[in-house]
Nanobody, 123 residues
Framework: QVQLVESGGGLVQAGDSLRLSCAASGGTVSSYAMGWFRQAPGKKREFVAA???????AYADSVKGRFTISRDNAKNTVYLQMNSLKPEDTGVYYCAAASSFIAITDLGRYNYWGQGTQVTVSS
């Protein structure tokens, strides 16, 4: 059973940066497709970024060029570096792990989820 714990959220101003961390236990992050999703109030949870295999990555169009997903195998941790934050990036950010590398933008593919961390971007 993989357990995921997110941290690093907070309240920032538009244009600021944040780095989210997702520490894994019970499994190695390099063995899974690791994804970040977010959910704004009243909206569905949506895909943000994913990393799988060696260095394959995918990003939602809304965050391309601003967010970067990375992985530290030694620390068994996945990160989401978020730059040039916008108010529309506000939401609860969830880390997730998927055993399959297929359709990694689909949240239904993910087997394990963290509890989420709140990111609030003020204008």
């Amino acid at each position: 059973q993989v357990q995921l714990v997110e941290s690093g959220g907070g309240l920032v101003q538009a244009g600021d940066s944040l780095r989210l961390s997702c520490a894994a236990s019970g499994g190695t992050v390099s063995s899974y497709a690791m994804g970040w999703f977010r959910q704004a109030p009243g909206k569905k949870r949506e895909f943000v970024a994913a990393r799988w295999s060696g260095s394959s990555t995918a990003y939602a169009d809304s965050v391309k060029g601003r967010f970067t997903i990375s992985r530290d195998n030694a620390k068994n941790t996945v990160y989401l570096q978020m730059n040039s934050l916008k108010p529309e990036d506000t939401g609860v950010y969830y880390c997730a792990a998927a055993s399959s590398f297929i359709a990694i933008t689909d949240l239904g593919r993910y087997n394990y989820w963290g509890q989420g961390t709140q990111v609030t971007v003020s204008s």
